[in-house]
C-alpha cells in the first residue's frame, strides 16, 4: 500500500470496483448512443423510415448521451491514475456516478417520453418554444438532469482538485507551473497524470458552474416567459461550458496514454519544461478558445471572434505535440508487443491529432462561414471523441480486462473499430467538403452515397466497440485482485 | 478579549442607526448592509463556540443543518419584495436586523468550520457564479424590480453585485492557484518536498 492509498482509503467502497462500475456504465450507454448515432445515418440512407420528430429526439438524446459518456469514462481514467499520485474520495467517485445515473434517467425520460428535441446545446430560447413538440416539463427534465450531473462531475473535480492542493500545495504546482518557467527542476515537477487532471479541475470547475448559471435561467424562463435575457450572452455561456466539458474529456482520457504505455515499452514517460509549458499554455487556451463556436454571429464583437480563430489554431497543438512526441519516442524500439490495449491508447494518440486538423480548418473564419453547417464539422468532432478520446478509454478497458479475458477476439473488435471508424469520419467529411447540411433529418438522392458509406462504417464501428465493451463485461466476472 | 466582544452589540447598534442611509440605495442594502449583518452574527458565533453545547455541535452533521439555515435566511432577504417590505415596515426591518445576524450569520460562524473542505468549495463554486448572475439580471432586468428603488439604483446594485463575485472569484482562483504558503516560496517548496518524501517513505 502507497502512502497515498492510506490516506485516501477510509471509505469502505472498494477502488477498483467503482471504476470497474464506471467502465461497465460507459461501455453499456456508449453501444447504446452508438446504435442511436446508427439509426440516424441509416434515416439519412433512407435505408430505415424514422420519423423526422422522431430523428430530432434521437439527435438530441445522442448528443447529450456521448458529451455524457465521454466525461464519465475519461473521469475513470482520470480518477484511476490520478489517486496513485494524490488522496482522492472514493465516496465522491462513487456519488458522481450516482449523480450522473439520475441526470441520465431525467435527460432520457426527457427525451423518450416528453419529447423533447432542441438538440444537446439547448439554445436559448428555443427549450421555450418547441411549437407543440415538447412541454414545458419535458425541456426542464431535460435541464434539471444536466444540472445534477454537472453536480457530480463539480464535486469530483473539487475532490480531486483538494487532494492535489494538499500533496502540491497549490494547483499552479499541481499543473507544473514552477517547472514551466523554470521556478524549480524538472525532476520535482509533478507526475503527467497529476498535470492533466489538474488542467481538468481548473477547466471544468469553471466550465460547469458557467454551465449552471445558464441552465437556471433557462429553467426560470421556461415556467416564466416574461423572464428573459440576453440570447447572444446565453449563448456564450452555454459555449462556454460545452466546449469546455466536451475538450476536457480528451484531456482526461489522455492520462491512459501516459499511464499504459510505459506499462508496455518499459520506459518511463519522461516530463520536462516542455512537457509543463505545453499543459499550462493548453489549461489558458481552453478556457478562452470557445469563441470558434460563435464565428457566424454577426453580433459577437470582431475583436472577439478574431481571438477565437487565432487561439482555435493554437489550443489543442501544445498538448498534442509533447504526448504525440512523446508516444512516439516512448514506442520507438522500445520492444513494444503490441495487444489490443497498447493499440487502442495509440490509435487514439493518432485520432485525436487527426481530428484536430479539420478542426483548425473549420476554426477559420471564411472556411466556418461556408462549412459550419455542413457535415465537415460530425465529421471532425467525430475524428477525435470516435478515434481520439473513445479509442483511449476503450483502450483503458481492454487494460482493465487484462489477458484473462476472451483475448483472440480483442485483435477483430480494434480492427473492425479502427475500420468502421475511419469510414465513417471520412463519409461525414466528405460530405462536408460537398456541403452536405448536417442536422438534416431526410437527405436529398444527391447526398445518399455518403449516407451510405457511412452507414457502413458506423455498423463495423459499432460491432468492434460490441466485441471490446463485452470482453471488458465478460472479465467482471474475475477478482478485483486481478485488475491491473 | 472583552473589548472585541463589545464589538458585536457596537456594530449590530451601529448598523441600526445607519440604517437609513444604507437603505436608501439598493447597491448599499444589498451589498453592504446585509452582508455586515451576517458578519455581525458570524462574529457573536466565534464567542458563543466554547459554549456549544455537544449535542448541538453533534446534530449539525458536517455543518450541513446549519448552512441549510443560511442558504434559506439570506435567499429570503434577497427577494426584492423583503427589501421593500424591509423599508416600508419598521417591524419587518427589525426582523431583518434580527434574522440576519441570528438565523444566518450565527449558524454560518458555528457550521462552516464543521464543513468539510470539499463541501465549503462546493459552496464556493456555487455562490460565486450566481452572485454575479443575479447581478447580471439585475442589471439586464427592464422593469423594476423592488417598488421603492429607481431602475437606476437596480442597475447600480447589480455592477455591486458583480463587482463583488469578480472580486470574491479572483481571490478564490489566486488562493487555489497558488498555494499557502505560495509554490513559488521557499517554504512552499520545502513543504511540497516533505510531503514527497512522507508518500516516498509509505511506498
Redesign the interface.
Known sequence: ????E?VGSRSRINATAAVRAYLATCGIVLLLMMLLGLTMRLAQAQWIDVEPNLFYVVMTMHGAGMVGIAGLGGAAVMWHFVRRYVPV?TA?FVANLVFFLIGAALILGAGFIGGFAGAWTFLYPLPGHSGGLWSANGAAAYMAGLLVIGVGF??LH??I??GI?????????GLG??QAFG??PEK?GPPPAVAAATMAA?SN?IGI??G??VL??SLVNLYAPSFT??TL?AKNLIYYFGHTFINVTIYMAVIAVYEILPVYTHRAWKTNRVFYLAWVLSTLMVLTVYPHHLLMDFAMPTSILVAGQIISWLSGLPVLLVTAFGALTNVYRSGLKWDAAAGLVFMGVAGWAIGIIPAVADGTIPVNSVMHNTQWVPGHFHTYLLLGMMAMMLGFMTYLAGPKSPSHLAPAGVWLYLIGGTTFVLAFLAAGSASVPRRYAVHLPAWLAYDRAGSIGASLAVAGALILIVRFLVSLRSPIDATP | MNTTRALVPVAWGMLWIARAPLEHEMALHMAVQLPLLIGVGYMLATFLRPYEPRWFAESDWLGIPGLLLVVFATSFWMLPRMLDLALSEPWIDSAKFASLPLLAGLPLGSSWPRMPGLGRAFLWANFIPKLGAIGGLYLAAPTRLCAYYRLDQQAAAGIALIAVAIVLGTCWSVIVFVGSPPFWSRAGIRRQRARHEILEAGE
Open positions: 500500500m502507497t502512502g497515498i492510506a474520495s465522491i463539480l464535486l473539487l475532490d482538485a483538494r492542493i494538499s500533496i502540491y500545495g497549490g494547483l499552479g504546482a507551473v514552477k521556478f524549480a520535482d481548473i470547475v458552474v458557467v449552471a448559471v437556471i435561467l435575457f440576453n450572452a
